[in-house]
C-alpha cells in the first residue's frame, strides 16, 4: 500500500514559501501586529517557513534547528488576543486567496492555521 501523501507533499514547498511571503507582506503593514516583529522580518518569515514545511508534513529543519516548536510558549511573550488572532488570520487568509495550489488543500490549509491562530490567544 502506498504512503498517503502530506499536505506538504500536495502543496510543495514552493507554494509554501510564496504563501509566507504573500503573508508577510500583509502583516508589514498591520499597524496592530507589526509591532509584535522585530524590525527586520527576514528572521521571523524564515521561521515561519521552516515551521510550515514541518507541521505539513516536509522535513524536520525547525526542530533540528530551533527544538520542539512549543508555539504557546514561544508566542506567550506577547500579549494576543482575538483582535490580535484575527488580523493574523485576515493576512494567512488574503495569502490564501493568491495561492495557486487545489482548494482541497487550501482548505486543509486554513483549517490548521486557523486552530493554530486560536491556540495562540492568551489574554
Same mark, same amino acid.
Given at each position: 500500500?502506498?504512503?498517503? +501523501? !502530506?499536505?506538504? &507533499?500536495?502543496? $510543495?514547498?514552493?507554494?509554501?514559501?510564496?504563501?509566507?511571503?504573500?503573508?508577510?507582506? =500583509?502583516? #508589514?503593514?498591520?499597524?496592530?501586529?507589526?509591532?509584535?516583529?522585530?524590525?527586520?522580518?527576514?528572521p521571523?518569515?524564515?521561521?515561519l517557513?521552516?515551521?510550515?514545511?514541518?507541521?505539513?508534513?516536509?522535513? +524536520? !529543519?525547525?526542530? &533540528?534547528?530551533? $527544538?520542539?516548536?512549543?508555539?504557546?510558549?514561544?508566542?506567550?511573550?506577547?500579549?494576543? =488576543?482575538? #483582535?490580535?488572532?484575527?488580523?493574523?488570520?485576515?493576512?494567512?487568509?488574503?495569502?490564501?486567496?493568491?495561492?495557486?495550489?487545489?482548494?482541497?488543500?487550501?482548505d486543509?490549509?486554513?483549517?490548521?492555521?486557523?486552530?493554530?491562530?486560536?491556540?495562540?490567544?492568551?489574554?
Open positions: 500500500m502506498a504512503e498517503a +501523501q !502530506t499536505l506538504y &507533499d500536495r502543496i $510543495g514547498e514552493d507554494n509554501i514559501l510564496q504563501l509566507v511571503d504573500d503573508f508577510y507582506a =500583509g502583516v #508589514e503593514t498591520d499597524e496592530l501586529i507589526r509591532k509584535m516583529y522585530p524590525e527586520d522580518l527576514l521571523a518569515k524564515n521561521r517557513k521552516l515551521f510550515l514545511i514541518q507541521a505539513l508534513g516536509g522535513h +524536520q !529543519t525547525y526542530t &533540528d534547528e530551533r $527544538g520542539h516548536p512549543m508555539l504557546r510558549r514561544r508566542h506567550f511573550q506577547w500579549e494576543i =488576543g482575538k #483582535e490580535e488572532a484575527t488580523h493574523w488570520l485576515q493576512h494567512m487568509h488574503n495569502a490564501l486567496e493568491k495561492a495557486t495550489f487545489a482548494e482541497k488543500e487550501k486543509e490549509f486554513w483549517d490548521y492555521v486557523y486552530k493554530a491562530a486560536l491556540h495562540m490567544i492568551n489574554r
